[in-house]
């Protein structure tokens, strides 16, 4: 059952690991769900429809805190540059099991001139202005700052339970003639959490 468990996890999580590839990301709030169909409302306003298919990942996000972000941690951190360095927007935290997913550093699309750097959590620094994070991966590392308003969520499996009018959701996938997304994954908030990656 765990071994099931951490494939499905590794699935739905290289949802994550992919956010360099060119398939546009829709996020939104999920306005209504019927049967495999979605409606999502984006952020950029407007109603998109979505449809679920047999081989579509769903991981769930959980609040996580400063506590979790321990030595060695496999954690993921969406930043924006700040002077000579980057300025965190979020940081997501892997469970162990998926230790090396999307490791490296390269643009994201959260934001203007945002990037994504997964990698393991080398040092944690606290200073006035926030703490400061040293993120090593395969081939170099990133210093980043950790501003207290920056959210900390976690990774845990998803089911299509999960999916339900109101939640909030990142739905990756590519769009049909109808403008209909085929959703290859899809990250969805648990308890009120909004995805903020």
């Given at each position: 059952?765990?071994?099931?468990?951490?494939?499905?996890?590794?699935?739905?999580?290289?949802?994550?690991?992919?956010?360099?590839?060119?398939?546009?990301?829709?996020?939104?709030?999920?306005?209504g769900?019927?049967?495999?169909?979605?409606?999502?409302?984006?952020?950029?306003?407007?109603?998109?429809?979505?449809?679920?298919?047999?081989?579509?990942?769903?991981?769930?996000?959980?609040a996580?805190?400063?506590?979790?972000?321990?030595a060695?941690?496999?954690?993921?951190?969406?930043?924006?540059?700040?002077?000579?360095?980057?300025?965190?927007?979020?940081?997501?935290v892997?469970?162990?099991?998926?230790?090396?997913?999307?490791?490296?550093?390269?643009?994201?699309?959260?934001?203007?001139?945002?990037?994504?750097?997964?990698?393991?959590?080398?040092?944690?620094?606290?200073?006035?202005?926030?703490?400061?994070?040293?993120?090593?991966?395969?081939?170099?590392?990133?210093?980043?700052?950790?501003?207290?308003?920056?959210?900390?969520?976690?990774?845990?499996?998803?089911?299509?339970?999960?999916?339900?009018?109101?939640?909030?959701?990142?739905?990756?996938?590519?769009?049909?003639?109808?403008?209909?997304?085929?959703?290859?994954?899809?990250?969805?908030?648990?308890?009120?959490?909004?995805?903020?990656?």
């Amino acid at each position: 059952m765990v071994r099931i468990v951490v494939l499905a996890l590794s699935c739905a999580l290289s949802f994550a690991a992919s956010a360099q590839t060119p398939a546009p990301t829709l996020r939104g709030v999920v306005a209504g769900v019927s049967g495999d169909a979605l409606t999502v409302t984006s952020r950029a306003g407007g109603s998109v429809s979505v449809r679920l298919g047999p081989k579509t990942r769903i991981v769930a996000v959980v609040a996580a805190t400063p506590a979790d972000l321990k030595a060695n941690a496999f954690i993921g951190v969406a930043a924006v540059p700040e002077g000579d360095g980057l300025k965190a927007l979020e940081v997501h935290v892997f469970p162990e099991a998926m230790r090396g997913v999307g490791e490296g550093f390269r643009p994201f699309d959260l934001a203007p001139g945002s990037s994504m750097t997964n990698g393991a959590l080398d040092a944690r620094v606290s200073g006035v202005d926030g703490d400061r994070l040293t993120v090593t991966y395969k081939g170099g590392s990133q210093q980043i700052r950790l501003p207290a308003e920056a959210p900390i969520v976690a990774f845990s499996p998803g089911d299509r339970g999960d999916i339900k009018p109101g939640v909030a959701a990142i739905v990756r996938g590519a769009a049909d003639g109808d403008g209909v997304i085929d959703a290859t994954a899809v990250i969805v908030g648990r308890n009120g959490v909004v995805p903020p990656m």
